[in-house]
């Protein structure tokens, strides 16, 4: 079974700093998405990395993935309030069916004023 | 990208009910996939919805307790069948509209069983 694990769960850091979320997964795949969720709210896609060695940047935010170590990093520069949320890493698998998307443990972000 | 509807938005049901979940998708998909969210928690997926075939569930779910229909490509429902206080989740209908692109989420259902 695919796991998808991410570090750290909880997050509470100063406007202005910088921090990176990891995620780890425990199979082989070329595809990873990131996520976010804000209270109460449904997923809205952040990124998708298609391929080893793949950075994606928006804003403050910028995603990579290394498909050789299993790893993706979500990297945050100088933190602001707005990006306090929780965000999701996620791995797709082709099966028989088609797709199958499994999320990461979540990290909870909080930009502290 | 896809508009998804999903109805009801919420609501609050006995021990022993059952509850249908509707998900309706504005262009026609082939992926449509229904999660769980528990409070606080990841996502759980539940089962592909696959149009014209049988869902296909993951390890811990069942076609008695979440039968799902897939009448067409735009529409699928997930039905919650004689819920317990531990069904109390959000469900997720989501969508991927190619194989390499991400899902989109409908506004899930916030279900509370009583």
């Known amino acids: 079974e695919l796991k998808v694990e991410q570090n750290p769960l909880f997050l509470s850091m100063q406007e202005g700093k910088n921090y990176t979320i990891y995620c780890n997964y425990s199979?082989?795949?070329?595809?990873l998405y990131w996520y976010r969720q804000d209270p109460g709210k449904s997923l809205e896609s952040l990124f998708v990395?298609?391929?080893?060695?793949a950075v994606k940047q928006e804003g403050r935010l910028m995603a990579s993935l290394d498909t050789k170590a299993r790893l993706s990093t979500l990297h945050i520069t100088a933190a602001v309030h707005d990006l306090s949320a929780t965000y999701f890493c996620?791995?797709?698998?082709?099966?028989?069916?088609?797709?199958?998307?499994?999320f990461g443990t979540g990290t909870s972000l909080t930009v502290i004023p | 990208s896809a508009v998804i509807s999903q109805k009801p938005s919420r609501d609050i049901c006995q021990r022993g009910t059952s509850l249908t979940i509707q998900c309706q998708v504005d262009?026609?998909?082939?992926?449509m996939f229904w999660y769980r969210q528990q409070p606080g928690q990841s996502l759980t997926l539940i089962a592909t919805?696959?149009?014209?075939?049988?869902?296909?569930?993951e390890s811990g779910f069942v076609i008695d307790k979440f039968p799902i229909s897939r009448p067409n490509l735009t529409f699928s429902t997930l039905t919650v069948s004689n819920m317990s206080p531990e069904d109390s989740s959000i469900y997720l209908c989501?969508?991927?509209?190619?194989?390499?692109?991400?899902?989109?989420f409908g506004n899930g259902t916030r279900l509370t069983v009583t």
């Open positions: 989501s969508v991927a509209l190619d194989k390499y692109s991400p899902l989109h």
């Open positions: 199979t082989t795949s070329d595809r």
């Open positions: 990395l298609l391929s080893n060695g």
């Open positions: 996620a791995v797709d698998q082709i099966s028989n069916t088609g797709n199958q998307f499994y």
């Open positions: 262009s026609q998909v082939t992926m």
């Open positions: 919805a696959n149009q014209g075939s049988e869902a296909t569930y």
